[in-house]
């Protein structure tokens, strides 16, 4: 295992904060709703030798500025073309987690001609309307006094029992742990109020998408199902998709090293 990059934050003029390492092509990677651009340490470090990669804070989360209420997901969009501006980026690989997922597929489809490769990684898709109102269940939590009850069952569903046994997956864990102890409860609860608002905002939509997309997600992730990827790689015009082993919705980060390789084949694989 490489040692990890050492990184430097910066900000845009307009307040987010961001880590980058490495030349070449530019790989944008965008966390989850209640984590911050430390997730992305693997890649950083597993990519950095290749591409430009440039990870950041969506807004609520980490340093970047804590949005109003009721923010709408276009917001998260204007930060990030917002962050390309700064970096001088015309066209950038997205690859998105969960939330960033739904961020990395929706900004596809407003602005294209900005994206040149697509990584969405255990990304919801058409939920049933059970699955939609446990999300906004979740959301109202969030926004009260109780919101610290929901840690321990966001720990349970994103993470196996052999996670927590396993030493070195442990270690990863209890980061994800400190992070989610450590965001701002603001910011968390109102990005999560928008990613459960808009998950099926592009439901039928994905056959726009030309950029070639690759569609990750993990075996046992009882949210953002292998049969959510399988669907929406059949519905985007260039799609493919791998599904992780025993693996929960953490496994880009605990399964890093069996995906990274897969990830930087897909990256380097000539545009059509």
Not at 1 to 14: G, R
Not at 201 to 211: E, F, H, R, S
């Amino acid at each position: 295992m490489m040692p990890p990059t050492t990184l430097t934050e910066h900000k845009t003029p307009a307040g987010t904060a961001y880590i980058e390492a490495g030349t070449g092509e530019p790989l944008v990677l965008i966390h989850g709703v209640g984590l911050n651009k430390q997730i992305w340490q693997p890649q950083l470090d597993e990519f950095s030798n290749a591409f430009r990669v440039i990870a950041y804070d969506t807004l609520g989360h980490g340093n970047s500025p804590v949005p109003a209420d009721n923010i709408p997901l276009d917001d998260y969009f204007d930060q990030l073309i917002e962050l390309l501006d700064a970096l001088d980026l015309s066209r950038a690989n997205l690859c998105g987690h969960s939330m960033g997922a739904l961020i990395t597929l929706g900004f596809s489809l407003k602005y294209p001609r900005r994206v040149k490769r697509i990584i969405s990684m255990m990304a919801a898709y058409d939920r049933s309307p059970e699955h939609q109102q446990r999300s906004r269940r979740v959301a109202d939590i969030l926004a009260g006094p109780k919101a610290g009850v929901l840690l321990e069952a966001t720990l349970e569903r994103w993470f196996t029992g052999q996670d927590f046994a396993d030493p070195a997956r442990h270690a990863r864990v209890s980061r994800v742990q400190n992070w989610l102890e450590q965001v701002d409860k603001a910011g968390y609860s109102r990005a999560y109020r928008t990613f459960a608002e808009n998950g099926e905002t592009y439901v039928g939509q994905l056959q726009k998408i030309a950029a070639p997309t690759f569609f990750v997600t993990a075996e046992n992730d009882p949210n953002s199902t292998p049969a959510m990827s399988q669907r929406m790689a059949g519905e985007v015009q260039r799609g493919q998709v791998f599904i992780m082993a025993a693996e929960r919705h953490m496994g880009q980060y605990l399964g890093a090293e069996e995906i990274n390789p897969l990830i930087r084949k897909f990256l380097e694989t000539p545009l059509p």
